[in-house]
């Protein structure tokens, strides 16, 4: 099922490379700002790890959809953000770091990425403007910082940079629906909720020998469009 989504979004990436030749050429978009407080969390998928707290976590920055047809129903929803991310894990001893993994050891993982989402984004009017809408398709994110508190048994580490210890792209799935609310002629809000589900590991398994660390996040869009 998985290598199902993957091909979908797959297609939804080239078909709006092509699509966007066209939006941009007839002047079709929307521009605007977010900022998207989540609730993140890292989910081991093997044992000798465990998830011991998720992590409160925002994203902002642009958000863009291209219209795909004149009444603004149809949409390809992108933009480009600044995400933050992370959980504390624990990990058994042999697992984790190599310079940390001769006794159990807990990482406080904070983690940044640039991230740009890009959906199919499907809006109806009901009264005055105001409009329900429902999107589904991917992102990608790229990590551009990574740090780690570490304890490990009486010792403890802070602002470990773990960067490069990180897989340098993550992707998934993304779904989401809300509210969009007229405020003006052309100045609207939005409101709604985002799910992503990520698919790649996040933690390098050669680096870590932990297996698959999947990132999920909920997430309440809150945005503005101009």
Known sequence: MRKGILIIILLTIVLTGKAQQNILQENRVRLGFT????????????????????????????????????????????GLQVTTAGSK?????????????????????KLTYVEIPVALKLKTDVSDGIGFWGQFGTYLDFPVRGR?????????????????????????????????????????????????????????????NDGKVNMNSFALKLGLFF
């Open 35 to 78: 900022l998207t407080p989540a609730i993140v969390t890292l989910k081991p998928q093997e044992s000798g790890v465990t998830r011991n707290a998720g992590r409160a976590g925002i994203s902002f920055g642009v958000m863009a959809d291209f219209l795909l047809d004149e009444t603004g129903r149809y949409a390809i929803a992108s």
């Open 89 to 109: 894990l624990k990990y058994d001893a042999g697992k984790g770091l190599d310079d940390y993994k001769a006794n159990p050891a807990e990482y406080n993982l």
């Open 148 to 208: 780690a508190d570490i304890v490990s048994l009486t010792n403890t580490y802070d602002k470990v940079n773990v960067l490069r210890d990180i897989t340098p792209i993550n992707m998934g799935l993304l779904i989401g629906a809300g509210i969009e609310y007229p405020l003006g002629d052309k100045l609207s809000a939005v409101v709604g909720l985002n799910y992503q589900n990520g698919f790649i590991d996040v933690t390098r398994n050669a680096k870590w």
